[in-house]
């Protein structure tokens, strides 16, 4: 019995030391699932930081679009959009309004456009979302009111009954500049940029959770699973997600 006992323990013993090599350390066979699971890992965290970067890319572009359309809006908004002449006591006066005499909303509206870009930063999902459609609608708003202004003889009219100072004057020879049709394309730049939120702005990550608050940071660590959302979460925060 003694005899039996003795054997089955050096078969257990000769079976571990055959998963060792000599000098205490795994084998090549042992050490393959460890190398194969930190291979994965690397892979998971090489992908997580593609898509991190491509959802950058996206961000930066759609501020980037609202940035520039709106810029260009505020910058045409106060320059001659009609110009035509008043007759005042036989004399002939020239006459001018600008975009923002045309109709001030237009350049409330590149202003709305402006600050949702900004909020694009500092929002996620379905915020980002809202956010998404209002940048639309203040774009299109803009493109609108532009192509009408393009259009617009009310403005000079007005000028020329406050140069006559007489009511009902109206300007002749109205003639339209370019700076409406500009102003339509920055509009046109605006609504690009809400619709690329709308449809792509979930993906897309928001501040670094470096500004949270401590709690929050404690909070967030509490949750953290395997994700690709949280590898994205270590990235933001400096820190290395293969650790």
């Not at 019995?1 to 089955?8: G, I, L, P, Q, W």
């Not at 000769?14 to 090599?21: A, L, M, Q, W």
């Not at 892979?43 to 501020?63: F, M, N, Q, W």
């Not at 809400?194 to 959770?209: A, H, Y």
């Amino acid at each position: 019995m003694t005899d039996a006992r003795t054997e089955a323990g050096a078969a257990r013993r000769g079976t571990e030391t055959d998963d060792r090599s000599p000098g205490g350390a795994p084998t090549a066979e042992a050490a393959e699932p460890e190398a194969g699971t930190q291979t994965e890992a690397a892979e998971t965290v090489d992908v997580a930081v593609r898509e991190r970067k491509a959802a950058r890319r996206e961000l930066t572009a759609a501020v980037l679009l609202v940035l520039v359309g709106a810029g260009v809006v505020l910058s045409v908004a106060g320059r001659t959009w009609a110009e035509g002449t008043a007759l005042v006591h036989g004399s002939h006066i020239a006459v001018h309004a600008s975009g923002n005499t045309i109709n001030k909303a237009t350049s409330a509206l590149a202003l709305l456009g402006l600050a949702g870009g900004l909020a694009i930063l500092a929002t996620r999902t379905v915020g980002r979302t809202l956010i998404g459609a209002l940048i639309t609608l203040a774009g299109a708003g803009v493109t609108v009111l532009a192509v009408q202004g393009a259009r617009d003889t009310s403005a000079v009219d007005g000028e020329a009954a406050k140069k006559a100072a007489v009511e009902g004057v109206r300007a002749v020879d109205v003639s339209h500049a370019v700076w409406p049709w500009f102003a339509a394309v920055g509009g046109v730049l605006i609504v690009l940029a809400g619709l690329f939120v709308v449809i792509r702005g979930r993906r897309w990550p928001g501040m670094s959770n470096r500004y949270e608050a401590p709690a929050g940071r404690g909070a967030a660590a509490r949750r953290r699973t395997a994700t690709n959302a949280d590898l994205w979460n270590a990235l933001d925060r400096g820190e290395d997600p293969t650790r």
